[in-house]
């Protein structure tokens, strides 16, 4: 029983550890120039948006923040 805990717990820790790396926390809409939280419900088509890591690298590539999402 231990053994199975133990496993279960180190699979969901891995899993966390890798999830950051795959999403970003940041897009941004090429066409309006405004970037969102990547949770944000004005996001329609994520594959179309640029992927920024933090906001500062968003605002530095031009990018204004989302008035809905206030990232």
Request: hydrophobic share 40%; with cysteine; glycine share 2%.
């Given at each position: ?23 970003s926390d ?12 990547s ?21 530095a ?11």
């Amino acid at each position: 029983m231990f053994k199975k805990i133990a496993l279960a717990t180190l699979a969901a820790v891995c899993v966390s550890i890798a999830t950051p790396a795959l999403a970003s926390d940041y897009l941004g809409n090429p066409k309006s120039m405004k970037f969102h939280y990547s949770s944000c419900s004005t996001i329609k088509h994520p594959e179309r948006f640029v992927e920024f890591s933090t906001r500062d690298d968003a605002i530095a590539a031009g990018y204004e923040p989302c008035k809905r999402c206030n990232p």
